[in-house]
T-cell receptor
């Protein structure tokens, strides 16, 4: 079945360092969404990418959708302690356009 | 505050029991999704409803069932509970039925089966 994998599973960085998480789907995605879940919290929508090769920025966060629309990345410049949490990518299932499948997530820890 | 309300916040019950989790979507949202998140795990899709109709089903156990009512709130029923059902159950809503719409999650119901 369809898989959406993220790497790395964990990342521990020093505050001020950059961070990148990669999302790879086994099938082509019509769109990809990114969510952040703080420890003890619920997932919160960050952004949606739709076009092949699309790049979007939100302050220190840069999101990219691959040319083949099968992969995506989230890059955080100069991490802060407020960036701590788990970052998930999500995309429509190949077998149903109503089903949103989440990646395995990358947990980011930031040392102050 | 996402506008999605889930009750109860916590639930502790014994194996073999049955529980009902409730979700009220954001005002105006017609679609409700249910996800299960086990400890330190990802979000596993269970089921999705749009305007009262089931539209997509994930790997939801036969012991689990759900429905969306005319007022658009949804309930997830878990029966014959097992220890492995202990998890955080999230409800999310979106304006439309497709997976192109961003989801707004509730705070979740933490279920502990003892």
């Amino acid at each position: 079945g369809q898989q959406v994998m993220q790497i790395p599973q964990y990342q521990h960085v020093q505050e001020g360092e950059d961070f990148t998480t990669y999302c790879n789907s086994s099938t082509t995605l019509s769109n990809i969404q990114w969510y952040k879940q703080r420890p003890g919290g619920h997932p919160v929508f960050l952004i949606q990418l739709v076009k092949s090769g699309e790049v979007k920025k939100q302050k220190r966060l840069t999101f990219q959708f691959g040319e083949a629309k099968k992969n995506s990345s989230l890059h955080i410049t100069a991490t802060q302690t407020t960036d701590v949490g788990t970052y998930f990518c999500a995309g429509p299932s190949a077998d149903s356009s109503y089903k949103l499948i989440f990646g395995s997530g990358t947990r980011l820890l930031v040392r102050p | 505050d996402s506008g999605v309300t889930q009750t109860p916040k916590h639930l502790i019950t014994a194996t073999g029991q049955r529980v009902t989790l409730r979700c009220s979507p954001r005002s105006g949202d017609l679609s409700v999704y249910w996800y299960q998140q086990s400890l330190d795990q990802g979000l596993q899709f269970l089921i999705q409803y749009y305007n009262g109709e089931e539209r997509a089903k994930g790997n939801i156990l036969e012991r689990f069932s759900a429905q969306q009512f005319p007022d658009l709130h949804s309930e997830l029923n878990l029966s014959s509970l097992e220890l492995g059902d202990s998890a955080l159950y999230f409800c999310a809503s979106s304006p439309r039925g497709g997976a192109a719409s961003p989801l707004h999650f509730g705070n979740g119901t933490r279920l502990t089966v003892t």
